[in-house]
């Protein structure tokens, strides 16, 4: 089963969960969730769960537990193809 790691730049407390874009190598996400007791690290596995159609149990925080800077491990998906789903140009 194919794998891969994406870096995320976190920006908690938004009003609503929403990719922003780009930047860089990272993807920042915009999470509906504060940061506090994992409920951030939470709602972030949801919403890219969702977005590239798997289960939430195919993506979990792997480094950046407590930072905005993050790194998510996706199951099911190369990271050409996870990035063509989750929108880069």
């Known amino acids: 089963m194919p794998e891969c ?8 407390n938004a009003s609503r969960s929403a990719i ?4 860089g190598g990272a993807l920042k996400i915009k999470l509906k969730a504060p940061p506090v007791d994992g ?8 919403f890219i769960a969702q977005v590239l159609d798997l289960p939430k149990t195919a993506i979990y925080v792997t480094t950046g537990d407590t930072s905005r800077l993050k ?12 990035r063509s789903r989750l929108g880069e140009q």
């Open 5 to 12: 790691q994406l870096a995320i730049k976190a920006v908690p």
């Open 20 to 23: 922003v874009g780009w930047l």
């Open 39 to 46: 409920k951030a690290n939470a709602e972030l596995c949801r």
């Open 71 to 82: 790194r998510v491990q996706i199951t099911g998906l190369t990271l050409d193809e996870a």
